[in-house]
């Protein structure tokens, strides 16, 4: 099975969102798997298909100007202000799209901490914490992406910050992977092509596909606009 890895491109929040599920549904070649790194057009916070919108706008920083949107896949809320963002999408009928989520998140996020390592960076996946390590006010912090560290969650052993986290989607179509890496807790300067780049050989590596640039796809422009919409309205943002 090949692996697509698409050109990058810079959107909207929720031109982000509709593209990210439509390179699921909508895919012309379904039986390849697909890789995207995206940019952000303003400054964005995305945040989990089933949170409260009450408690997300309690958690934004004040000020003016941020661009929000509702994820289709689950998680927490997400700062991209300073993030590198991506997207894997494994068809129906992959080996790891059947797993459970627990194994494809340690999966592609042990892939992560490798191509850290390839440029020196120090990356560990969070272990399981223990009971008492589990305080009475740390409830609110598992809304909040890079706030708290759950398991298997890409952390820098060094701060002991958050590096990586994503959230995922799984459908008939196949699994919609949606993965941010916080640049700052990385701790050095990276060159962020290159990782780009080994991120994809070790996740080739490990799930048996063969990376390969790919042209954009020819997806409906009138659907992408239409879900762009439609992720930018109230109901879909208020919907919880």
């Not at 661009?67 to 494994?90: F, I, M, Q």
């Not at 892939?111 to 009475?136: N, R």
């Not at 780049?197 to 790919?214: E, I, M, Q, Y």
Request: charged share 25%; hydrophobic share 40%.
């Amino acid at each position: 099975m090949i692996l697509h890895i698409l050109p990058e491109r810079t959107g909207g929040a929720a031109e982000n969102m509709a593209v990210d599920f439509l390179l699921l549904q909508r895919y012309p070649e379904s039986a390849a798997a697909r890789f995207r790194h995206y940019a952000w057009r303003s400054p964005a916070f995305t945040f989990g298909y089933s949170q409260k919108i009450a408690f997300v706008r309690a958690q934004l920083p004040g000020g003016v100007g941020l661009d929000l949107c509702r994820r289709p896949s689950g998680g927490g809320l997400v700062d991209h202000r300073e993030d590198w963002t991506y997207t894997l999408v494994l068809p129906r009928g992959h080996p790891l799209e059947a797993e459970r989520a627990g194994v494809s998140y340690r999966t592609v996020h042990a892939c992560l901490a490798e191509a850290l390592h390839l440029q020196g960076a120090a990356a560990v996946l969070q272990a399981p914490l223990a009971a008492s390590e589990i305080g009475a006010d740390s409830a609110p912090l598992r809304g909040i992406c890079f706030q708290r560290a759950e398991i298997h969650d890409v952390v820098n052993p060094e701060t002991g910050e958050k590096i990586a986290g994503a959230a995922q989607k799984r459908n008939r179509r196949g699994l919609l992977f949606q993965g941010s890496i916080w640049r700052p807790a990385v701790g050095r300067r990276l060159d962020w092509e290159r990782f780009r780049d080994d991120f994809a050989g070790r996740l080739g590596a490990a799930l048996g596909l063969s990376p390969s640039p790919s042209p954009w796809p020819d997806l409906d422009e009138e659907e992408v606009a239409g879900l762009t919409e439609r992720y930018s309205s109230p109901e879909w943002m208020e919907a919880r």
